[in-house]
Nanobody, 126 residues
C-alpha cells in the first residue's frame, strides 16, 4: 500500500542543478520524517538530507551542505531535493525514505526508515 516514487534524476554537467521529487501514497505523510539517501556502485549507502514532519528542522550531510536543499509539501505528499553545484562525486542512485519521528532519533541512520522508494539515477559528468 505504501509507495514512494522518485523522479527528476538525469544527466547533468558538473556545476549544474537538478531537483528530485518523491511522491508518497498509502501513508499519512505529515506523520513521517523524510530522508534522502544515495548509493554509488561499490560504495555504501550514504545519508544526504532529512526533513522533519513540518520542516521545522533539516539535516544535511557535510558533503552536500550549502549545495543541496531538502523541502516538503505536505499538501502534495511530496518531498524534494534541490541539488545545486553538482559534482561528479554526487553521481549515485538517490532514494527517498519515510520514517516515524521520535525523540533522539538519528535521521542519518538508514535503519530507522520504514519505507523506501525505488530510486532515481543522478549522473554528473565532468
Amino acid at each position: 500500500q505504501v509507495q514512494l516514487v522518485e523522479s527528476g534524476g538525469g544527466l547533468v554537467q558538473a556545476g549544474g542543478s537538478l531537483r528530485l521529487s518523491c511522491a508518497a501514497s498509502g501513508l499519512t505523510f505529515s506523520d513521517y520524517a523524510m530522508g534522502w539517501f544515495r548509493q554509488a556502485p561499490g560504495k555504501e549507502r550514504e545519508f544526504v538530507a532529512a526533513v522533519m514532519r513540518y520542516a521545522e528542522v533539516t539535516f544535511y550531510a557535510d558533503s552536500v551542505k550549502g549545495r543541496f536543499t531538502i523541502s516538503r509539501d505536505n499538501a502534495k505528499n511530496t518531498v524534494y531535493l534541490q541539488m545545486n553545484s553538482l559534482k561528479p562525486e554526487d553521481t549515485a542512485v538517490y532514494r527517498c525514505a519515510a520514517g516515524p519521528p521520535a525523540y533522539g532519533t538519528n535521521y542519518a541512520n538508514y535503519a530507522i526508515y520504514n519505507f523506501w522508494g525505488q530510486g532515481t539515477q543522478v549522473t554528473v559528468s565532468s
